[in-house]
């Protein structure tokens, strides 16, 4: 019954490495978003992706980059890792028909916990 | 721009007891709001939504109701149990775009046997 499969849970990196989070739905969905959970500040979006090798920019996407070369996958780049991207992050999938009556119903990965030393 | 409030926790009560946990927002248009909820060591997974004004979401014995004359959408159940410790945020989503989704800060519950 698992939809959003993110493959690491916990991860320890070290300042300046280089991290690759992956996520992947199989739900068919055309959104997949990246977020950042922090105590007191909530989700905050990073990446968003609407289609393949499409993206936006979200609130927060310094220091990140996304790629997404499959419809399924959605993959959340720190090029240079840095102790202050220690966080939280959620990967989410949704189907949305802007304008329309449905609701934008996200579906969340369990979470990838990332500390940097 | 849009916006979402919610009360902030920890709230802990006794089993049994009634829960409440407020949310407000500005937006314009007309949203969707959402109620999400993150059990512990999980990701978050959606508890009742409403598309329109007066629309009442339920589900697992929780309600909110859509209130476009004070702009909230509460969350409540009527005897809350251990297994519904947890955090809820209350989320709101533009129509015009899949990526305008607004999350509150989040409520920690905790319930006391």
Not at chain 1, 15 to 22: H, M, R, S
Not at chain 2, 47 to 71: H, I, P, V
Request: aromatic letters at 12%.
């Amino acid at each position: 019954d698992v939809k959003v499969t993110q493959s690491s849970r916990y991860l320890v990196k070290r300042t300046g490495e280089k991290v690759f989070l992956e996520c992947v739905q199989d739900m068919d969905h055309e959104n997949m978003f990246w977020y950042r959970q922090d105590p007191g500040l909530g989700l905050r979006l990073i990446y968003f992706s609407y289609d393949v090798k499409m993206k936006e920019k979200g609130d927060i996407p310094e220091g990140y980059s996304v790629s997404r070369e499959k419809k399924e996958r959605f993959s959340l780049i720190l090029e240079s890792a840095s102790t202050n991207q220690t966080s939280m992050y959620l990967c989410a999938s949704s189907f949305f028909l802007a304008g329309g009556s449905g609701a934008n119903v996200l579906t969340f990965g369990a979470g990838s916990r990332l500390t940097v030393l | 721009g849009n916006s979402v409030t919610q009360m902030e926790g920890p709230v802990t009560l006794s089993e049994e007891a009634f829960l409440t946990i407020n949310c407000t927002y500005t937006a314009t248009g007309y949203p969707s709001l959402f109620w999400y909820v993150q059990y512990p060591g999980e990701g978050l997974q959606l508890l009742l939504k409403a598309t329109k004004a007066d629309d009442k979401g339920s589900n697992k014995g929780f309600e909110a109701t859509y209130r476009k004359e004070t702009t909230s959408f509460h969350l409540e159940k009527g005897s809350v149990q251990v297994s519904d410790s947890a955090v809820y945020f209350c989320a709101l989503s533009d129509r015009s775009s899949a990526s305008k989704i607004i999350f509150g800060s989040g409520t920690r519950l905790s319930i006391r046997p």
